[in-house]
């Protein structure tokens, strides 16, 4: 996503934003899970740098994992539900269901936050630190992203501004690398885009 498009968006709510990526992208090309709760290699399209993001992640977390999914409603995994996004775009449907959840949502999962916080932000923080991935497919990813690392602070800005009054969050919280679990890379190469992160 560029600065120019951002701004010609930023105001829209979630279901509003999932409308627009699937005018922009369209929808999913299978639906995203078997009957038998197994991913369908037929909705990927990596390959052109887009990730597959469920629509009714604002009422659930985690429809993409099997073990979570089953225990939603099966529809949530039809091809009509399922929003194609880059990275940015990925994150931006993340904060605003965090801006917004689904009032009906499931009261014992906050929705939205872990996207955030456990998965994108890790990732884009070793990215725009300088991990190269050995992946195909997560290069065509972040290929589609690779010069836009402005929009990304400004979406983690609003992110932090949208926690500013929470005694439950706090900024370090957004301090972490993906791949350091997996010895591929370190919090400390990721230092300056911290520091950064600190002062926006």
């Known amino acids: 996503m560029k600065l120019a498009e951002y701004e010609k968006i930023k105001n829209l709510n979630y279901l509003e934003y999932c409308d627009?990526?699937?005018?922009?992208?369209?929808?999913?090309?299978?639906?995203?899970?078997?009957?038998s709760w197994n991913k369908n290699s037929k909705v990927t399209?990596?390959?052109?740098?887009?990730?597959?993001?469920?629509?009714?992640?604002?009422?659930?977390?985690l429809l993409a994992d099997k073990e979570h999914a089953m225990k939603n409603p099966y529809e949530w995994q039809l091809a009509k539900n399922i929003v194609y996004c880059d990275y940015l775009e990925h994150l931006l449907l993340h904060?605003?269901?965090?801006?917004?959840?689904?009032e009906n949502h499931n009261t014992d999962?906050?929705?939205?936050?872990?996207?955030?916080?456990?998965?994108?932000v890790p990732e884009l923080n070793d990215f725009y630190s300088g991990w190269k991935t050995n992946q195909g497919w997560r290069l065509n990813c972040h290929n589609l992203i690779k010069d836009d690392k402005d929009v990304y602070l400004i979406l983690?800005?609003?992110?932090?501004?949208?926690w500013k009054d929470s005694p439950f969050f706090k900024v370090e919280f957004l301090f972490t690398s993906f791949?350091?679990?997996?010895g591929l890379w370190s919090s400390?190469?990721?230092q300056k885009i911290y520091e950064e992160i600190r002062k926006i």
């Open 179 to 182: 791949n350091e679990k997996f």
């Open 20 to 35: 627009y990526l699937q005018e922009k992208y369209g929808i999913g090309l299978s639906d995203y899970m078997t009957k």
């Open 188 to 190: 400390q190469q990721n």
């Open 156 to 162: 983690i800005k609003r992110f932090k501004d949208l």
């Open 45 to 61: 399209r990596t390959k052109e740098g887009l990730i597959a993001h469920h629509k009714f992640e604002d009422h659930a977390i």
């Open 95 to 102: 904060i605003l269901i965090c801006e917004n959840p689904a």
């Open 109 to 120: 999962e906050a929705v939205g936050i872990g996207g955030v916080v456990n998965f994108i």
